[in-house]
C-alpha cells in the first residue's frame, strides 16, 4: 500500500502581503539605485535622477502596493470569508433586525 499523498496547503495570508511589502520597498530601491546611476553616469552634481528615480519608484510602488493589496482582500472575501448566510454582512434594516 503506498502512503497517501499530503494535501495541498495554500500558504498564510500574510505571505502573500509581506511579498507585497518586498515589492514596495524593492521597487524603490531598483529606481532609486537606477537615478543614482544617471547621476553618476552623466555628472549630475544636483543629484537630480535620484531624486526623480526615487520619486519613480515610490509611485510605482504604490500603484503595485494598492492594486496587489486590493487583489488580496477581494480573494480573500471571495474564499476565507466563513460566511455561510449572504446577509450576515448586511447592514441593520428599519427594525434593527438583519435584512431578510
Known sequence: ?????????????????????????????????????????????????LLVGTLLGLVGGTYNFIRETRRAVRQTQRHGTGQSDPSAGAPPGPGGQGQC
Open 1 to 49: 500500500m503506498l502512503p497517501s499523498q499530503p494535501q495541498y496547503q495554500p500558504p498564510p495570508p500574510w505571505t502573500r502581503l509581506a511579498g507585497i511589502g518586498f515589492e514596495f520597498g524593492a521597487s524603490i530601491a531598483v529606481f532609486m539605485l537606477l537615478g543614482y546611476w544617471v547621476d553618476r553616469h552623466w555628472g549630475i552634481q544636483r543629484r537630480w535622477g
